[in-house]
């Protein structure tokens, strides 16, 4: 598959379409949804699928297969989406984690068994855009956390602690929303 | 064991998404045995990636591979273009184009939107059949929003949807304008309008 799509990237540098279309067809899915985790606005996160693909396509010629092809287009799209958020000046939200809450409390709060999507997705909207990017990568497409670390730039120790602290942060953002429901 | 607890502990969604290695997997397992909380979190984190995984989400589709593959023809188009001034020619392609688009998006929605049901929050909003206007016109993607508001006002022409991402505007002509002369305006407008085509309502 990896081959595959690295010779599907070499035919698209040399301007063979159907060979784009190929690849769109392989990575539009994961890379859109990776966008959207990212942006929460669907609108937008197409545009930037389609920001992304248009730069394959012009630059192709330039891969030298020294990374792996989801790795390289995934790298792609993670810097477009620090691009609009700094288009956007978006405030970055909480990196803090609270003083109060209990993480033990959290994961026997019943949450494996509520299947609390909403909760979820709320709770994945508190999180920077650096962590988000690390949850996204490394629990929608289960990547490697060097894979993540190239992805986003940073050595891997980084991308480490960035998935600890948006742990804590989940699970302190969902405690306390189920919490509120229960009381409720 | 040859790393600490908090070491250890850094690995934990690593473990959750299956990409540690045999060693360190085992290494994790036999921590987790002695520690509740780090099993508890660990289940947690489970649950969290099963629920991400799980979720469904509308892509862009064929209708973004039709968008991408307009922009790239004209991408390839552009110094051809510019050499030779073939305006008709490029303008053909990107109504095939825009044709080819509509007709893999009628597809796309007769086959999705029945096993799917109503979309979450905003979707996309789709030059389909039941859309408003008379007209559907797509404009250079060059022309300053100044020069579309003059040829609009000019010719009694309103804007009422778009535009769609593949750049399609749909227009109704204001009261007291006319039809024919306001089509004819647009497509004297070479420059600025692309394409111009009878809304199919």
């Given at each position: 598959?990896?081959?595959?799509?690295?010779?599907?990237?070499?035919?698209?540098?040399?301007?063979?379409?159907?060979a784009?279309?190929?690849?769109?067809?392989?990575?539009?899915?994961?890379?859109?949804?990776?966008?959207?985790?990212?942006?929460?606005?669907?609108?937008?996160?197409?545009?930037?699928?389609?920001?992304?693909?248009?730069?394959?396509?012009?630059?192709?010629?330039?891969?030298?297969?020294?990374?792996?092809?989801?790795?390289?287009?995934?790298?792609?799209?993670?810097?477009?989406?620090?691009?609009?958020?700094?288009?956007?000046?978006?405030?970055?939200?909480?990196?803090e984690?609270?003083?109060?809450?209990?993480?033990?409390?959290?994961?026997?709060?019943?949450?494996?068994?509520?299947?609390?999507a909403?909760?979820?997705?709320?709770?994945?909207?508190?999180l920077?855009?650096?962590?988000?990017?690390?949850?996204?990568?490394?629990?929608?497409?289960?990547?490697t956390?060097?894979?993540?670390?190239?992805?986003?730039?940073?050595?891997?120790?980084?991308?480490k602690?960035?998935?600890?602290?948006?742990?804590?942060?989940?699970?302190?953002?969902?405690?306390?929303?189920?919490?509120?429901?229960?009381?409720? | 064991?040859?790393?600490?607890?908090?070491?250890?502990?850094?690995?934990?969604?690593?473990?959750?998404?299956?990409?540690?290695s045999?060693?360190?997997?085992?290494?994790?397992?036999?921590?987790?045995?002695?520690?509740?909380?780090?099993?508890?979190?660990?289940d947690?984190?489970?649950?969290?990636?099963?629920?991400?995984?799980?979720?469904?989400?509308?892509?862009?589709?064929?209708?973004?591979?039709?968008?991408?593959?307009?922009?790239?023809?004209?991408?390839?188009?552009?110094?051809?273009?510019?050499?030779?001034?073939?305006v008709?020619?490029?303008?053909?392609?990107?109504?095939?184009?825009?044709?080819?688009?509509?007709?893999?998006?009628?597809?796309?929605?007769?086959?999705?939107?029945?096993?799917?049901?109503?979309?979450?929050?905003?979707?996309?909003v789709?030059?389909?059949?039941?859309?408003?206007?008379?007209?559907?016109?797509?404009?250079?993607?060059?022309?300053?929003e100044?020069?579309i508001?003059?040829?609009?006002?000019?010719?009694?022409?309103?804007?009422?949807?778009?535009?769609?991402?593949?750049?399609?505007?749909?227009l109704?002509?204001?009261d007291?304008?006319?039809?024919?002369?306001?089509?004819?305006?647009?497509?004297?407008?070479?420059?600025?309008?692309e394409?111009?085509?009878?809304?199919?309502?």
């Open positions: 598959m990896t081959e595959n799509h690295h010779f599907l990237v070499q035919q698209v540098g040399k301007g063979d379409k159907q784009l279309a190929a690849l769109y067809r392989a990575y539009e899915r994961p890379v859109y949804k990776f966008i959207v985790s990212r942006l929460n606005d669907p609108h937008e996160a197409a545009d930037i699928l389609h920001e992304v693909f248009m730069d394959i396509w012009r630059v192709a010629a330039s891969f030298e297969g020294r990374s792996q092809v989801r790795t390289w287009i995934f790298g792609i799209a993670y810097r477009k989406v620090i691009d609009a958020h700094r288009k956007r000046s978006r405030v970055t939200v909480t990196d984690v609270p003083e109060t809450g209990d993480v033990a409390e959290a994961a026997d709060a019943g949450y494996a068994a509520k299947q609390e909403e909760h979820l997705r709320f709770c994945m909207g508190t920077s855009d650096d962590h988000r990017s690390a949850v996204s990568l490394a629990f929608y497409e289960d990547m956390c060097a894979e993540i670390a190239e992805i986003a730039g940073v050595p891997e120790g980084t991308i602690s960035r998935l600890h602290h948006a742990k804590k942060l989940l699970l302190h953002c969902l405690s306390g929303r189920i919490r509120g429901r229960a009381v409720a | 064991m040859t790393r600490s607890r908090d070491e250890m502990e850094l690995d934990l969604a690593f473990l959750v998404n299956g990409t540690l045999e060693a360190e997997m085992a290494e994790m397992e036999a921590l987790l045995a002695e520690d509740e909380l780090l099993a508890a979190e660990r947690a984190l489970a649950t969290i990636r099963a629920e991400m995984q799980a979720e469904e989400i509308r892509t862009p589709g064929e209708f973004g591979l039709a968008r991408l593959m307009r922009d790239v023809n004209r991408d390839a188009a552009a110094p051809a273009a510019a050499e030779t001034k073939v008709a020619l490029r303008s053909r392609t990107w109504m095939w184009q825009a044709a080819a688009a509509v007709a893999v998006l009628a597809l796309a929605v007769q086959a999705y939107l029945p096993t799917t049901g109503a979309p979450q929050g905003e979707g996309y789709l030059a389909g059949a039941s859309a408003p206007g008379a007209l559907v016109v797509s404009f250079a993607p060059d022309t300053p100044l020069q508001r003059d040829l609009l006002v000019g010719a009694d022409l309103e804007i009422v949807s778009g535009p769609s991402a593949l750049g399609l505007y749909r109704d002509v204001l007291g304008g006319d039809l024919d002369t306001a089509t004819a305006a647009l497509r004297a407008a070479r420059t600025i309008v394409s111009v085509e009878n809304a199919e309502n």
